[in-house]
């Protein structure tokens, strides 16, 4: 790409991309990082990329980097390259210039059709902006009682991919707009999608031992991002963030509010071993819970990392999402998975009151918004009926859930169990 780009100092707030009337500000957080450079792609070949480094005197302020591009074509791919030491075992870091990551703050990225290979990852610039203008016609928040609510869970892709569903667009969000009739005649007030932010289905190394086909991440539970849709789940590849949009509007004029299942405990780049995607690239020792004595990962997920959820930038990265999923794409509520480790500290000590618990309660732009937690963890943390003394905090109660179908199911032996969760 040729240089053509004329640039300003910009702004460090708001984080991300955005779009001002004089061009486009990049913001991205990191305290340790060295050297930082945006790297811009218009074309697949890298030969038509261009790296901008931030001169750090004038293009940092306090630990934020940030450069405005004046009037940069609004089709533009990015990622950043940052620079810092590398130094897992000393200090947590773990920063390698080889890779172009994403920015945490990316309301998009260029992702392919669902199954197919992600060469971008780690290699390409992969975000991109969020660049058109959205007319919700008046939508405006259903805010049914909770106490009303018959919250219906769903897979967007498995809810229409077999032929059975009958849909013109199975697997998408457009497809689940197709069966709002059918979900109406089942008299729910809400569907709860799991989770619909950008993950790598083909990020498993396991095979089908009968047929040695690779299995894919089927359930997405493995964040790159916890703002961008995934581009898989829409019929166009072009307009994840429109087609997410007209799927939530057609919803809510059915009478019927939208509930995503969120992610924020841990993300697809795993242990020290993982895929070095952004997170880890940016400030590991910021974004993840860390060992204090030998670095390494705490794991209180699962999954081979734990978000540092009570940091102040990871709260206020998990803030602005929330907001974001409410004004900018009006979603109704979250159901956050695994939520007790958002109740850990940096050694991941449980918090009497976690502040980043209390933030999401008492945040005026999500005041009406439905809040319910998965009040447990993979470290054996459970917390139902104690998650939170706010009483804006719902819980999902695992043990009645999984009691009540089994004894609706028929397996023997369940009556005792009925009798003690209905107690």
Same mark, same amino acid.
């Given at each position: 790409?040729?240089?053509?780009?004329?640039?300003?100092?910009?702004?460090?707030?708001?984080?991300?991309?955005?779009?001002?009337?004089?061009?486009?500000?990049?913001?991205?957080? $990191?305290?340790?990082?060295?050297?930082?450079?945006?790297? &811009?792609?218009?074309? $697949?070949?890298?030969?038509?990329?261009?790296?901008?480094?931030? +001169?750090?005197?004038?293009?940092?302020?306090?630990?934020?980097?940030?450069?405005?591009?004046?009037?940069?074509?609004?089709?533009?791919?990015?990622?950043?390259?940052?620079?810092?030491?590398?130094?897992?075992?000393?200090?947590?870091?773990?920063?390698?210039?080889?890779?172009?990551?994403? @920015?945490?703050?990316?309301?998009?990225?260029?992702?392919?059709?669902?199954? *197919?290979?992600?060469?971008?990852?780690?290699?390409?610039?992969?975000?991109?902006?969020?660049?058109?203008?959205?007319?919700?016609?008046? @939508?405006?928040?259903?805010? &049914?009682?909770?106490?009303?609510?018959?919250?219906?869970?769903?897979?967007?892709?498995?809810?229409?991919?077999?032929?059975?569903? /009958?849909?013109?667009?199975?697997?998408?969000? *457009?497809?689940?707009?197709? /069966?709002?009739?059918?979900?109406? *005649?089942?008299?729910?007030?809400?569907?709860?999608?799991?989770?619909?932010?950008?993950? +790598?289905?083909?990020?498993?190394?396991?095979? +089908?031992?009968?047929?040695?086909?690779?299995? /894919?991440?089927?359930?997405?539970?493995?964040?790159? $991002?916890?703002?961008?849709?995934?581009?898989?789940?829409?019929?166009?590849?072009?307009?994840?963030?429109?087609?997410?949009?007209?799927?939530?509007?057609?919803?809510?004029?059915?009478?019927?509010?939208?509930?995503?299942? &969120?992610?924020?405990?841990?993300?697809?780049?795993?242990?020290?071993?993982?895929?070095?995607?952004?997170?880890?690239?940016?400030?590991?020792?910021?974004?993840?819970?860390?060992?204090?004595?030998?670095?390494?990962?705490?794991?209180? $997920?699962?999954?081979?990392?734990?978000?540092?959820? +009570?940091?102040?930038?990871?709260?206020?990265?998990?803030?602005?999402?929330?907001?974001?999923?409410?004004? @900018?794409?009006?979603?109704?509520?979250?159901?956050?998975?695994?939520?007790?480790?958002?109740?850990?500290?940096?050694?991941?000590?449980?918090?009497?009151?976690?502040?980043?618990?209390?933030?999401?309660?008492?945040?005026?732009?999500?005041?009406?918004?439905?809040? &319910?937690?998965?009040?447990?963890?993979?470290?054996?943390?459970?917390?139902?009926?104690?998650?939170?003394?706010?009483?804006?905090?719902?819980?999902?109660?695992?043990?009645?859930?999984? @009691?009540?179908?089994?004894?609706?199911?028929?397996?023997?032996?369940?009556?005792?169990?009925?009798?003690?969760?209905?107690?």
């Amino acid at each position: 790409m040729k240089n053509a780009f004329h640039t300003r100092v910009g702004s460090p707030l708001p984080l991300g991309s955005s779009l001002t009337p004089q061009g486009v500000n990049f913001a991205i957080f $990191s305290r340790n990082a060295t050297a930082v450079s945006l790297v &811009i792609a218009g074309d $697949s070949e890298q030969a038509g990329w261009q790296e901008i480094a931030f +001169n750090p005197a004038i293009h940092k302020t306090g630990d934020v980097w940030h450069i405005l591009l004046c009037n940069p074509p609004l089709d533009l791919r990015y990622g950043y390259r940052l620079q810092g030491p590398h130094a897992p075992e000393e200090a947590g870091h773990a920063f390698d210039a080889a890779r172009i990551l994403l @920015d945490p703050y990316a309301k998009e990225i260029h992702s392919p059709d669902w199954g *197919r290979p992600r060469a971008c990852l780690g290699v390409e610039p992969c975000c991109l902006l969020d660049r058109h203008d959205y007319d919700w016609e008046g @939508d405006r928040p259903l805010n &049914i009682p909770l106490q009303d609510s018959v919250i219906y869970e769903l897979h967007v892709r498995g809810f229409t991919r077999h032929p059975s569903s /009958k849909t013109a667009h199975p697997g998408t969000f *457009r497809g689940l707009t197709e /069966k709002i009739s059918y979900l109406k *005649r089942l008299g729910i007030t809400a569907v709860e999608l799991m989770p619909v932010t950008e993950f +790598n289905e083909n990020e498993p190394t396991f095979v +089908n031992p009968r047929t040695g086909e690779r299995l /894919k991440n089927f359930w997405g539970y493995s964040p790159l $991002s916890f703002f961008a849709p995934k581009c898989g789940y829409s019929s166009d590849l072009d307009a994840p963030l429109k087609e997410f949009r007209d799927m939530v509007k057609a919803l809510h004029r059915a009478g019927i509010e939208v509930i995503l299942d &969120i992610v924020y405990n841990h993300t697809a780049e795993g242990g020290a071993d993982g895929p070095t995607t952004s997170f880890r690239g940016i400030d590991a020792s910021i974004y993840y819970l860390l060992d204090p004595w030998t670095r390494a990962y705490l794991n209180f $997920s699962g999954c081979g990392n734990t978000c540092n959820c +009570n940091h102040p930038i990871v709260r206020n990265l998990i803030m602005d999402a929330l907001r974001w999923w409410v004004v @900018d794409m009006h979603v109704d509520g979250f159901r956050f998975d695994l939520a007790s480790i958002l109740g850990r500290d940096a050694n991941g000590q449980v918090l009497a009151n976690p502040p980043v618990v209390e933030m999401i309660a008492e945040d005026p732009v999500l005041s009406a918004t439905k809040i &319910i937690a998965e009040a447990w963890d993979a470290a054996g943390l459970y917390q139902v009926g104690s998650f939170s003394p706010h009483h804006r905090w719902a819980e999902w109660n695992g043990r009645f859930r999984d @009691d009540v179908r089994a004894f609706v199911c028929g397996r023997p032996g369940m009556v005792p169990a009925l009798a003690t969760r209905l107690a």
